[in-house]
């Protein structure tokens, strides 16, 4: 299908570990990306992952991709109160103008 | 750090009242963007600029959109006549090669 997909909804309690998963849409996406969103906010870059790439990790988070699935997930260690926010993955299609198409957003809860 | 810097914060307008957001992109950055999210829903590609042109538009993009590079730094969203449903936060961004960093939205509040 043309919509990039993912959860609505994760509820996690702090000091755990926070997955969040996404499937994209176009198997030659050259970058996949992981924006943060807090609430009233801008979109934040935390990561992206070149499409040769299986795994990336940058501090508390590690970025897994599976081309094949055309699957793409983000791993938050140790999660803390501060990391509450809506998680959207995007997809950078090949072409000139290589605008992203976002996902619909996961919005992660962190409980105590 | 360089960042993309977007004003104003909010603006609220009449409906059929002509609006400009305004950004400036990182200052090596050569491709530019504008995407909206209205409340609650996810974020939309509108229009991308690059060599002082548009390169690509989307669907919501009609003629009632400009965009504008004025000068080396600004990189404006015009809408003409404001419709209700125009109502949604924009985004402008930028990229060099790399990935493209976002600033911090404008509000657009259309009454």
């Given at each position: 299908g043309?919509?990039?997909?993912q ?5 996690v ?11 994209y849409?176009?198997s030659?996406s ?5 924006y ?6 801008g979109?934040?870059?935390?990561t992206?992952?070149?499409s040769n ?7 508390r988070l590690?970025?897994l991709?599976?081309k094949k699935?055309?699957?793409l997930?983000?791993?938050?260690a140790?999660?803390q109160?501060g ?9 950078r299609?090949?072409g000139?103008?290589?605008?992203l ?6 919005r ?5 | ?11 609220v ?5 002509e609006v ?15 995407y909206r999210?209205?409340l609650g829903?996810k ?6 600029f ?8 989307s669907?919501?993009f009609?003629?009632?959109f400009?965009v504008e590079?004025?000068?080396?730094s ?5 809408i003409r006549?404001?419709k ?6 924009y985004?402008?961004?930028s990229r060099?090669?790399?990935p493209?960093?976002f600033?911090q939205?404008?509000r657009?509040?259309v009454?």
């Amino acid at each position: 299908g043309e919509d990039v997909e993912q959860s609505l909804f994760l509820s996690v309690r702090e000091g755990d570990s926070s997955v969040i998963n996404c499937t994209y849409t176009d198997s030659s996406s050259t970058y996949l990306y992981w924006y943060k969103q807090e609430p009233g906010a801008g979109l934040q870059l935390l990561t992206y992952i070149f499409s040769n790439m299986d795994m990336k990790q940058d501090q508390r988070l590690t970025v897994l991709l599976n081309k094949k699935d055309k699957h793409l997930s983000l791993r938050i260690a140790d999660t803390q109160t501060g990391d509450s926010a809506i998680y959207f993955c995007a997809e950078r299609r090949p072409g000139t103008a290589s605008k992203l198409t976002f996902g619909t957003g996961t919005r992660l809860q962190v409980t105590l | 750090e360089p960042e993309v810097t977007q004003t104003p914060s909010h603006q609220v307008t009449q409906m059929g009242q002509e609006v400009i957001l305004r950004c400036v992109p990182i200052s090596n950055h050569l491709y530019f963007y504008w995407y909206r999210q209205i409340l609650g829903q996810k974020v939309e590609f509108l229009v991308s600029f690059y060599n002082n042109e548009i390169s690509e538009k989307s669907e919501i993009f009609d003629d009632q959109f400009s965009v504008e590079r004025p000068d080396g730094s600004n990189f404006t969203l015009k809408i003409r006549s404001t419709k209700l449903e125009d109502s949604a936060m924009y985004f402008c961004a930028s990229r060099d090669e790399g990935p493209a960093f976002f600033g911090q939205g404008t509000r657009l509040t259309v009454v």
